[in-house]
């Protein structure tokens, strides 16, 4: 019961003390983690296989494109005096 004692007065004495630099070096180390400083690996631990990336080509052509069927124009009779909007 003796730890637990000088924990509280530790945190009663210094408390806020901690607390200030606990927040200052939080921004450090929201950095080290999102630039991966967290999960690299260290010199000693040696990778067994690389990676390999196989890439798989289609040897079978697709088939051709349908021909163009080019359609007649048909005339659309229209009268001279209509429009599509009151003038």
């Known amino acids: 019961m003796v730890g637990l004692r000088v924990r509280h007065a530790v945190i009663r004495d210094y408390g806020l003390y901690i607390y200030m630099v606990m ?17 690299r690996r260290s010199s000693r631990q040696h990778s067994i296989a690389g990676v390999q990336i196989i890439i798989v080509k ?9 021909p163009v069927i080019p359609h007649e124009h048909i005339p659309q009779p229209h009268d001279d005096e209509s429009q599509s909007f009151a003038a």
Request: hydrophobic share 55%; glycine share 4%.
């Open 58 to 66: 289609p040897t079978a052509k697709p088939p051709p494109v349908p």
């Open 23 to 39: 927040v200052w070096l939080s921004p450090l180390l929201i950095v080290w983690i999102l630039t991966s400083g967290f999960w």
